[in-house]
Structure formats: C-alpha cells, structure tokens
Nanobody, 116 residues
C-alpha cells in the first residue's frame, strides 16, 4: 500500500509556471508506473503524464512541450513542471501510482487555476 500527497498547486496567470510535487510513502519500490492526471469541472479525469520505473515518459498531446514529469530518485518524490500554462489547464491534479498487480492508488489532489 502507498500513500500519495500532492502539493504545489495554486493560482497562476496565463503563461506562468508551477511545479507540482507528489510525496509517496509506504511500499513504493514495487510501483511500476507513476503519473499525473487532472479533472476539470464537469469533465472526466484525464491523463496528463506518466513515468515508468525505468524512466520512460508519456504525455497527453495537450501538454507536450509544456509539461515535464520527473523524479529526483528511483520513485520519490514525483514532480510535474508546468510551463506556459493556459486557462484550459485549470483542474484538480492528482498523483497516481500503479503496481504490476493492477492495483493503483490516488492522492487527494491539488487545485491548479490559470486565470488573469
């Protein structure tokens, strides 16, 4: 089992930057994929970016070239650097951890609001 705690959200103007962090505790060595998802009001939760245990990354088309997912060491903490933010990036951002067994865990989310 793993616990995930996100931080770093807030209010930023269009074109600005934010860095989200996800601190994981518990059994983290066997996590196969970690990622960031987001959910805007009235919309379904969608994938933003993922990173595998070997470092492979995947991004939603809408954030490619603007967002970067990375981590300081093998698993923890996980970051999402968000540059050139747009109003349509406004959402609650969630950290996710997936295990080879198929189980996955979610953090509580952090609000990102892009507005002038």
């Amino acid at each position: 089992q793993v616990q995930l705690v996100e931080s770093g959200g807030g209010l930023v103007q269009p074109g600005g930057s934010l860095r989200l962090s996800c601190a994981a505790s518990g059994i983290i060595l066997s996590i196969s994929v970690m990622g960031w998802y987001r959910q805007a009001p009235g919309k379904e939760r969608e994938l933003v970016a993922t990173i595998t245990s070997s470092g492979g990354t995947n991004y939603a088309d809408s954030v490619k070239g603007r967002f970067t997912i990375f981590r300081e060491n093998t698993k923890n903490p996980l970051y999402l650097q968000m540059n050139s933010l747009k109003p349509e990036d406004t959402a609650v951002y969630y950290c996710n951890a997936k295990y080879p067994s198929g189980f996955d865990y979610w953090g509580q989310g952090t609000q990102v609001t892009v507005s002038s």
